[in-house]
């Protein structure tokens, strides 16, 4: 098994922060980064929240949780990143922004450093045309929140190498994840472009006055055995993120109207109530 002694991760937001802390729960040293100091902090505080809660369940003891956090420095600086063995990206989805980041892990880390994205739904393949070593660049998909989530798609580009899906699998694995492995690379991946379209037929399910999404949610949770309908989900996973995926999905999959977002999902983008996160979506959890 590859040995990843020092792991990098670009972006402390909810991503970035949780797989940090697997990584530091493996073992590793981390180093964690992000444009400015109140997002590296927040970060930090993340991690701290979340293993407190364990250790209040008695899953974590106070010196494990300790230690974690003892192996996370935080930084803006991505010189730091210089010395790891792997490096995770988790910015937000904006692929100008992935290729400039890109661009700069590849002048820092040393030539043989795998760089590995946790984009959602993106192309692996125009992320590694941003470096010298295409081979070497790969999907390491984790899903929120990734402390919990047990499944990562790891996903070739086009020039993705065996070599590279054998060690990240093998990292994976070794933060206790279970693993598929995404052979071409096509938007969404597995997981998301499933998902969506089953979004976006629940929003014109609603639209069309067919049941209420109170309904709907039920209706999937009791007769498929889901743990949220897709009305739940939306809101758990921020409903501006369920358009984004759509209209990257429309663009990139030849403008089939299957994937063209609903009326009512553009509306409900446009008045703010994106999910759990702002207190109301489809539902308004600040009366909850």
């Not at 989805?93 to 946790?118: A, M, S, W």
Request: proline share 3%.
């Amino acid at each position: 098994m590859s040995e990843f002694k020092k792991i990098g991760v670009v972006g402390a937001g909810t991503m970035g922060n949780g797989i940090a802390q697997l990584a530091a729960q493996m073992g590793a040293e981390v180093v964690m980064r992000d444009i400015n100091d109140d997002f590296v902090q927040r970060g930090i505080k993340a991690v701290d929240k979340f293993l407190s809660k364990g250790v209040e369940r008695g899953k974590v003891t106070a010196e494990q949780k300790s230690a974690v956090l003892g192996r996370i420095l935080g930084t803006t600086d991505m010189g730091d990143l210089a010395d790891c063995d792997f490096v995770i990206e988790a910015v937000i989805e904006d692929l100008d922004l992935k290729k400039q980041v890109y661009g700069q892990l590849d002048e820092i880390c040393k030539p043989e450093v795998i760089l590995g994205t946790n984009t959602s739904s993106m192309s692996i393949t125009l992320i590694a045309a941003a470096t010298k070593r295409p081979d070497r660049v790969v999907g390491m998909h984790f899903f929120n929140p990734p402390p919990l989530m047990k499944l990562v798609e790891i996903i070739r580009g086009y020039h993705t190498s065996d070599a590279t899906v054998k060690a990240t699998m093998e990292l994976a694995q070794k933060m206790g994840k279970e693993t598929v492995e995404v052979k071409v690379d096509s938007p969404g991946f597995i997981v998301n472009r499933l998902m969506i379209p089953h979004m976006i037929e629940a929003v014109k399910l609603l639209e069309e006055g067919v049941a209420t999404r109170e309904d709907i949610d039920k209706a999937i949770k009791m007769g498929l055995n889901y743990p949220m309908g897709p009305f739940e989900l939306m809101d758990f996973t921020g409903i501006d993120i369920c358009k984004f995926v759509a209209d990257y999905f429309y663009k990139e999959l030849n403008k089939e109207l299957k994937w063209a977002s609903p009326t009512t999902l553009k509306n409900q983008v446009r008045s703010g109530k994106l999910g759990r996160k702002s207190g109301a979506g489809w539902y308004d959890y600040a009366k909850k």
